[in-house]
């Protein structure tokens, strides 16, 4: 079973930026279909950046231009590049498959942007 592991996170003023990581355990672990979630205080979990395993990425409407997702196969991590962050953006920020069945979900972590 694949594990993730989340990090970079914080605590940043709005219009301030963050680099996530996510760093998968397994040696066979591929980038096919990965996704950046996050779940806001008292609000279901959502889907905010895609990628496949040949680079094409999507967005949800709300980090359409602001977020980057980017993943490095041989170092078996993906990334989200946040920038001109809102308060909107806070919420816990996990990664996993964008599509079927999805691996055990990490740990997360935490984004908070103050105002």
């Known amino acids: 079973q694949v594990q993730l592991v989340e990090s970079g996170g914080g605590l940043v003023q709005a219009g301030g930026s963050l680099r996530l990581s996510c760093a998968a355990s397994r040696s066979s672990f591929s980038i096919n279909y990965m996704a950046w979630y996050r779940q806001a205080p008292g609000k279901q979990r959502e889907m905010v950046a895609g990628i496949t395993s040949g680079g094409r990425t999507n967005y949800a409407d709300s980090v359409k231009g602001r977020f980057t997702i980017s993943g490095d196969n041989a170092k078996k991590t993906v990334y989200l590049q946040m920038n001109s962050l809102k308060p909107e953006d806070t919420g816990v920020y996990y990664c996993?498959?964008?599509?079927?069945?999805?691996?055990?979900w990490g740990q997360g972590t935490q984004v908070t942007v103050s105002s």
């Open positions: 996993n498959k964008a599509a079927g069945p999805v691996y055990s």
